[in-house]
């Protein structure tokens, strides 16, 4: 029976990613859709982005009122030009859940590209612990939050460094990192897996110079932009009370990484 389930799995595998796909976007708008008809939303993120999204499409390029600063005075993210044509056509804060449930159920695609050299029953349970995982489906329904879309870029990131496919995990690497400064912190731990597995230089030398000068290139520009500081220094007040203190720790405690 068992030997039959998996057979069946094996031939009907790409309907199966597909179905999780369509069941994750479906559920996924219709709860965050309905939770916004009943105000659910009070964490803020939705909001900021929808005004910034809104502003951004009406040539008010990053701008917010909530913050007397550009959105960039949070965080550095220019991939948020990628959301406002799709928010241009129904410009309404059900079009950013919409997008961000779909972001989601698009990383069933590369991550089932990652399992295919498992056994079909190890491929079977990667799939369904993807489509359970509470984590996915608090990223679906909690705030709209850019950082969520960085889920199926680094997956397909992830697949582009296992076929060692170089351009192409650099073309994802940086689209990834776009999305937000912090995403530069993944580019550093994937130049140390690059590393320990003794792959060329240019696998780990250059994602993490790309990791380093945009997670505190980030740091420094949004400081400069809210005049204050970066403001989730906070996070990182174990490696020093600024930018170059915290690159500076960390070029004399590397393991800290």
């Given at each position: 029976m068992e030997k039959k389930l998996f057979s069946w799995f094996a031939v009907h595998e790409r309907v199966i990613v597909w179905g999780i796909a369509a069941i994750l976007f479906v559920a996924g708008s219709i709860?965050?859709?309905?939770?916004?008809?009943?105000?659910?939303?009070?964490?803020?993120?939705?909001?900021i982005f929808h005004q910034v999204v809104a502003n951004t499409a009406k040539g008010g390029w990053f701008a917010m009122s909530i913050h007397l600063h550009s959105y960039f005075g949070d965080h550095i993210s220019?991939?948020?030009?990628?959301?406002?044509?799709?928010?241009?056509?129904?410009?309404?804060?059900?079009?950013?859940?919409?997008?961000?449930?779909?972001?989601?159920?698009?990383?069933?695609?590369?991550?089932?590209?990652?399992?295919?050299p498992l056994r079909p029953p190890i491929r079977l349970?990667?799939?369904?612990?993807?489509?359970?995982?509470?984590?996915?489906?608090a990223f679906i329904t909690f705030e709209f939050e850019l950082l969520v879309?960085?889920?199926?870029?680094?997956l397909a990131g992830i697949l582009s460094y296992e076929r060692?496919?170089?351009?192409?995990?650099?073309?994802?690497?940086?689209?990834?990192?776009?999305?937000?400064?912090?995403?530069?912190?993944?580019?550093?731990?994937?130049?140390?897996?690059?590393?320990?597995?003794?792959?060329?230089?240019?696998?780990?030398?250059?994602?993490?110079?790309l990791?380093?000068?945009?997670?505190?290139?980030?740091?420094?520009?949004?400081?400069?932009?809210?005049?204050?500081?970066?403001?989730?220094?906070?996070?990182?007040?174990?490696?020093g009370d600024s930018a170059a203190q915290a690159f500076g720790y960390l070029l004399s405690h590397p393991w800290m990484i």
């Open positions: 709860i965050t859709i309905t939770k916004l008809a009943a105000l659910g939303y009070n964490a803020l993120d939705l909001g220019p991939f948020l030009i990628l959301v406002v044509p799709f928010y241009a056509i129904i410009p309404r804060a059900e079009t950013l859940l919409v997008i961000q449930s779909a972001v989601v159920a698009l990383g069933i695609f590369p991550l089932a590209a990652l399992a295919r349970a990667v799939l369904f612990a993807y489509a359970a995982s509470p984590l996915i489906h879309f960085a889920v199926p870029i680094l060692q496919q170089y351009r192409r995990f650099l073309v994802w690497l940086i689209l990834a990192m776009a999305i937000r400064e912090d995403v530069g912190l993944v580019a550093l731990g994937i130049a140390a897996l690059a590393w320990r597995e003794g792959r060329s230089r240019r696998w780990s030398v250059v994602p993490a110079l990791g380093l000068a945009v997670f505190f290139g980030g740091m420094v520009i949004s400081g400069s932009i809210n005049h204050e500081q970066y403001k989730f220094l906070a996070y990182y007040r174990w490696a």
